[in-house]
Structures are given as structure tokens and as C-alpha cells.
């Protein structure tokens, strides 16, 4: 039996809070789950987004930092039966906190940029949250996913991100093929990359091309970059493989571009 004042999974906001595990209610609520201490302790540094948190009471002894700066930002904190926190929970085993924040997407931006993160319908949620993470680490100004990429406040794509998805701008349903134009207009570079690709990062590192303001695309998991796009990108670069393995996948060949263009452009 839940002790009194707990919300239990039964609880109006509880049921309507479990409804952003779906997209198409995220869209019209205009707000997404956010799992997890460090996740939670993320999302509360920008305390403008967070709406409400659900908590299982030994949370608030455990990580006293929580409610601490869910206090100071005002942020209402209900505290929640262990059915409750499951209900609104991904994980196997849930850590007993959730928010509720405000999407985070924000138009595309094509000025004033160094370095972005392009993924081009990416339909797998880890490698969305990845793909922020290790832009996010590698210092990216902004990360774009083009339509038919999964929603990247998937809760999957959250827990990937690490809190990361409060760092970096991401923009979401982008036309890339008119994006790229308009990267191009304003100066980046452009490169796709590809596992077939007509150079290799060893030459685009060796002749300074890594060096230029730059955007890099990443395709889809299973068929890589839709056809057509490498003629309107200024190289298509694959990764060298020593060894006997077959490709990289997504996020690895992600985190070895951008971390070659961010070690260029900071020479």
C-alpha cells in the first residue's frame, strides 16, 4: 500500500506524464521525460525548462542536490510510490527520478558556426543521444537531424545523451539537401561521411581541410547517406580501417570526425 500523499501510478498527472513515452503526444504537449539523477541534475542547471519532478522519497536523502535545486528554481517536486516512478520509467530498473522539461529543439542555424553534427535519418535512439553526447564533448556548436531522424527527446535518446541534450542546440525535421546549401552559402564545408567516400580523414587531416569551419553528416544506420548527397557536399571522406573490420558504425565513425575536426580547428 502507498504511504499517504505519495502519487501512485493510478494518479491523473502520473497516467498523463507516462503519455510523453510517445512522440506524437511529446509534439502536442510540448514537453518530454527526463530519467535519472545525473540526467535530472542536468536538465535543473537550466532551471527555465524543468516543469516538474517524480520522485521516490529516498531520493530527496540520497541526492539532497536534487531537491535542493528544484527549491531554488521553484520547481514542483511530487514524490511518487515505486509503481509510480516505474510507470514513467524506461529502464529495467528505474533510478526513482524523473522530470518533466520543456522540449529542447530550436530552429537550424546556418551563421556564425565551426563545427556541426548533421545525422541524416538516424533511426536508432542510442545513436541520436550519442551523436549529442560526443558533439557536445567535441566542443560542436549545434547538432542537426534531418527529417525521418528519430525524435531526440526519445527517452532512449535522452538516457544516451547523458544530459548532454541540455548543452548543445539541436534542430530537428531539417530538409539536409537545403541545409547544405545554406551551409555552403554561408562559407562551411560540407562532409559526408562515408565508408566509401572518394577521400580519407588521414588526407583531409594531412592537407588542412579539417582545419575550416565545418559541417559533417552521418546516414543512416543500415544504408548510410541517402543517394544524391554526395554531389552537392564538398568531399565525401571515409574513415581508414587497419584492421580487419568490416566498417565503424554510426557512433564510433561520429566520434573519431569530430574529434579530428576539433583537434584541427584548435591548432
Known amino acids: 500500500m502507498a504511504s499517504p500523499g505519495l502519487l501512485t501510478a493510478q494518479s491523473a498527472r502520473i497516467k498523463q506524464a507516462r503519455r510523453l513515452a510517445t512522440r506524437a503526444f511529446r509534439r502536442k504537449a510540448g514537453r518530454f521525460l527526463v530519467e535519472g539523477p545525473q540526467a535530472v541534475r542536468e536538465a535543473l542547471e537550466h532551471r527555465e525548462l524543468v516543469l516538474e519532478v517524480y520522485a521516490e522519497p529516498g531520493v530527496a536523502t540520497r541526492h539532497r542536490d536534487l531537491r535542493d535545486l528544484a527549491a531554488v528554481a521553484g520547481v514542483p517536486w511530487f514524490e511518487v510510490d515505486r509503481a509510480a516512478i516505474e510507470a514513467l520509467s524506461e529502464t ?87 541545409a547544405v546549401r545554406a551551409w555552403r552559402e554561408q562559407g562551411l564545408q560540407v562532409l559526408a561521411a562515408d565508408g566509401y567516400g572518394a577521400t580519407d580523414l588521414d588526407t583531409c587531416i594531412d592537407d588542412g581541410t579539417l582545419a575550416k569551419p565545418t559541417v559533417w553528416l552521418f546516414g543512416n544506420e543500415a544504408h548510410g547517406l541517402p543517394d544524391g548527397i554526395n554531389a552537392v557536399v564538398d568531399h565525401s571522406v571515409k574513415v581508414p580501417i587497419y584492421g580487419r573490420a568490416e566498417s565503424l558504425n554510426l557512433a564510433t565513425a561520429a566520434a573519431v570526425c569530430l574529434y579530428a575536426s576539433a583537434r584541427e580547428q584548435r591548432r
Do not use: M, W, Y
Request: glycine share 6%; aromatic share 2%.
Open 92 to 178: 529495467v530498473t528505474s533510478q526513482g527520478v524523473v522530470a518533466v522539461c520543456s522540449l529542447v529543439t530550436v530552429p537550424l542555424r546556418t551563421d556564425a558556426l565551426t563545427l556541426v553534427a548533421a545525422g541524416v535519418q538516424v533511426r536508432d535512439p542510442g545513436n541520436v543521444g550519442t551523436l549529442i553526447r560526443t558533439a557536445d564533448a567535441a566542443g560542436a556548436d549545434a547538432v542537426v537531424l534531418s527529417s525521418e531522424s528519430v525524435d531526440p527527446h526519445n527517452p532512449k535518446a535522452v538516457r544516451a545523451s547523458v544530459g548532454s541534450i541540455f548543452h548543445v542546440p539541436i534542430s530537428t525535421d531539417v530538409d539536409i539537401l537545403d
